[in-house]
């Protein structure tokens, strides 16, 4: 049944105190500024919150996006999975300097070689193994049904602990050291120790064919849940008087173990060096995930900002939040009315959606068709899109080789669809089912001209698409390309 999508002044039980920014002690003019400054480059922004001195002096979210809704971390994951590491560690499941090969027999290969033999978890925490390239393609590749064997059969090409690379490889095989020791899933272990002394309800966290936690993307959570755990991290792991975090494991997992090579004139934030599945920054460090999921922490201004975003410019946000957020802290408002204005702004959020013509919707379906030779995107060639009319706005069936799916939309809101269908595209070894649906949400309609353009939305996603469909032929190109498949279907149950 569709519903309409939730407001932004719907919230969830309150993680962190809120303040003015006055109160907090930070510049309502300055996080204004940081927001042109994302705008200016042409970032889009889903989420924000802006944390100084322990309470919550800014939070947005861009309309459909909402305060509830947990939203996919990628990589951001990784800094998850590093902190069930620290807890294992504590609780004497392993060591960093125990040997992988001693810690995970049944997945060594016969013919391991030395190197590889004497791989540790410190070596795969800070991403210093000695490869020059990430080995998660070939790991699938040598061995589908186990991604740690797959990546003990490949030598380093340089000695071990002599170079940082980024490596998803090591990320899971992390992943598989919490669960495996512990003969817990990794979201399961991460619960009473971390999720709940925060307050934290995760969302879910993808899985491998065989149903193991990817660790190094695929955790679901909401903004301030985020901006929590910088938090966390900040206060060197106490929470609310308590200490959450194992003893010094903040310090040490958010500490820089390994040189990481970039461009600086363009990527200067990827060069201050890794930690356990930390990135090192200018200011402080952060951990960050794929299209600007970020979690910055910067110590010496006791400031965290959490972003979820959709964007390639993930150094244009660090840069603008040196240039325009961290002057602000400290920084009185000589405008009194600056803290109106930011919070009338935050209020009214919003993703640029299509403006549809009124009374141009046809009193029939309408059928189109994604033709041969289409550009790769999320509908494959051939697939068959019906608009049809309802009472509120329309709907759109889309005919895929393995079944159907219905999508609700609207001319004037954002309409949600709970899909439970089963489409049939075939998983492979490197994606499971998660979960039984995937909430979409839509919105658009039809120009004077008899074109139809809407924007369909995945909503604990960073990505959407928008559908055309003109003269029978339909068209669709995502904002930001998922990493999980380019298809639509992949994203569905």
């Known amino acids: 049944m569709p519903t309409t999508s939730p407001t932004q002044t719907e919230t969830a039980r309150a993680l962190l105190p809120r303040a003015t920014p006055a109160e907090a002690g930070i510049s309502a003019a300055g996080i204004a500024a940081f927001l042109d400054a994302v705008e200016a480059r042409g970032i889009e922004l889903h989420s924000l919150m802006v944390v100084h001195a322990g309470r919550v002096a800014a939070e947005g979210w861009w309309a459909p996006y909402a305060p509830d809704r947990p939203h996919l971390l990628y990589s951001l994951s990784k800094s998850f999975t590093s902190t069930a590491a620290g807890f294992a560690i504590a609780e004497g499941l392993f060591s960093l300097d125990d040997k992988i ?3 995970l027999p049944a997945h060594v290969p016969d013919d391991v070689d030395p190197a590889v033999a004497s791989l540790t978890v410190h070596h795969v925490l800070s991403m210093s193994t000695g490869h020059t390239a990430d080995t ?5 590749e040598l061995e589908p049904d186990d991604v740690v064997r797959g990546f003990l059969r490949q030598p380093p090409q340089d000695p071990v602990g002599s170079r940082h690379v980024y490596n998803n490889s090591c990320t899971y095989v992390v992943a598989t050291l919490v669960a495996e020791l512990s003969g817990t899933h990794l979201i399961d272990y991460l619960r009473p120790r971390l999720f709940e002394p925060l307050g934290i309800t995760p969302g879910h966290w993808d899985t491998d064919g065989q149903g193991n936690a990817l660790g190094f993307s695929g955790l679901h959570l909401t903004t301030e849940s985020i901006a929590a755990f910088g938090q966390l991290l900040l206060a060197g792991g106490r929470w609310q008087g308590a200490q959450v975090l194992p003893e010094g494991w903040a310090e040490l997992a958010t500490s820089s173990h390994v040189r990481t090579d970039s461009d600086p004139a363009t990527s200067i934030d990827w060069a201050q060096g890794y930690g356990y599945q930390f990135w090192m920054a ?4 952060r951990g960050d995930g794929a299209y600007g ?5 910067v110590p010496d201004c006791d400031l965290v900002l959490a972003t979820t975003s959709a964007t390639d410019n993930m150094q244009g946000i660090l840069t603008a939040a040196w240039t325009h957020l961290l002057p602000a802290v400290g920084a009185p408002d000589a405008d009194p009315a600056a803290a ?3 919070a009338e702004r935050l209020a009214g959020l919003a993703l640029p959606v299509v ?4 009374g141009a919707s046809p009193e029939v379906p ?12 999320p509908l494959p060639a051939g697939t068959r899109v019906q608009v049809a009319p309802t009472a509120d706005g329309w709907q759109a069936t889309f005919a895929f080789s393995g079944g159907t799916v219905r999508i609700d939309g609207g001319p004037t809101a954002w309409v949600e669809t709970e899909v439970t269908t089963a489409v049939g595209l075939v998983r492979s070894s490197r994606r499971g089912r998660s979960r039984s649906s995937t909430t979409v949400l839509a919105r658009g309609g039809w120009h004077a001209d008899g074109a139809f353009e809407a924007d369909v939305l995945l909503a604990e996603l960073p990505h959407r698409f928008r559908l055309r469909g003109a003269d029978g032929v339909a068209t669709a190109a995502w904002n930001a390309v998922p990493l999980a498949g380019m298809r639509f279907e992949a994203h569905l149950p």
């Open 101 to 103: 090969v001693d810690l």
């Open 136 to 140: 998660l393609e070939k790991a699938h």
């Open 282 to 285: 200018t200011h402080g460090f």
């Open 293 to 297: 999921q970020f979690c910055v922490v």
């Open 340 to 342: 109106a204005r930011l």
């Open 355 to 358: 403006e549809a013509d009124a």
């Open 366 to 377: 309408v059928a189109f068709v994604v033709a041969d030779g289409a550009e790769p995107g």
